[in-house]
């Protein structure tokens, strides 16, 4: 398609990404791609089956027995792991306690951007993540760089995993998101970082009203 049109989304964690990502893909009716679910579902893999992470043959063999896909229903992100939906699993704070670390394992992110690419060839899409805008699609035509004030990110997530979690503390989720911001802006390979002609959003004291307004502004130059 030579008019295709993409839309890359990065930034902080719990910033409000896929929030953004699912409202424009509904309104533009393109397709949604939550590239972190994909991470989430690899170090969910890594979790139930052991998997040591210095251990190059270990994982480049563990990659190969995993399958992801994603179902889309009403723009939610379903996503399978050998053909079982882990949709709700690689939410759970054992896995946002691995992920990073994962992520940052050069064969995993070679096998996901791979995976990435091909799906962003076939229909105009919105993908969310970290390195969207930097490495998977440098290219994109509209790339928006997500921020919000640390402690509105980490109250967002603690009401969000509260109802299914009633242990969690907010200071173990601020410790959570504070941790992989580390990790994921300071790892060697793709580090989540704005791209030069990534338009900044901080959404902080903005509704998602608000912010779907402001990305379909700079989205609509491009629609014919
Ligand atoms: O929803 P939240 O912002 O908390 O995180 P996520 O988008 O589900 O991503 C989970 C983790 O996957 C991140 O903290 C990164 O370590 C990793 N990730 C990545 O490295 N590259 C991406 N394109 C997307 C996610």
Excluded: W
């Excluded at 939550?34 to 890594?46: K, Q």
């Excluded at 992801?68 to 306690?97: A, C, G, W």
Aim: with cysteine; aromatic share 6%; proline share 4%.
């Amino acid at each position: 398609m030579s008019n295709q049109i993409i839309i890359a989304i990065d930034g902080y964690s719990s910033c409000g990404k896929s929030t953004l990502a699912k409202a424009l893909a509904k309104e533009l009716h393109f397709i949604y791609v939550d590239s972190g679910a994909m991470y989430r579902a690899v170090a969910l893999y890594f979790l139930r089956n052991n998997i040591n992470l210095n251990d190059h043959n270990e994982v480049v063999e563990a990659l190969k027995n995993i399958h992801l896909n994603f179902h889309s229903r009403d723009y939610k992100t379903h996503i399978t792991l050998n053909d079982e939906d882990v949709s709700s699993e690689i939410r759970q704070m054992p896995v946002s306690e691995r992920v990073s670390s994962v992520a940052a394992i050069h064969e995993v992110r070679m096998e996901m951007v791979k995976q990435q690419q091909r799906m962003g060839k076939i229909k105009n899409i919105v993908m969310d993540g970290r390195d969207i805008g930097t490495t998977v699609f440098p290219t994109a035509t509209v790339k928006i760089f997500m921020t919000a004030d640390p402690k509105v990110r980490a109250e967002r997530r603690y009401k969000e995993l509260l109802p299914a979690n009633p242990g969690i503390t907010l200071e173990e989720v601020f410790e959570n998101l504070a941790h992989r911001d580390y990790q994921d802006t300071t790892r060697a390979e793709s580090p989540l970082r704005r791209a030069e002609d990534a338009i900044i959003l901080d959404n902080t004291d903005l509704t998602p009203d608000e912010q779907l307004l402001f990305a379909l502004s700079k989205v609509e130059p491009f629609l014919s």
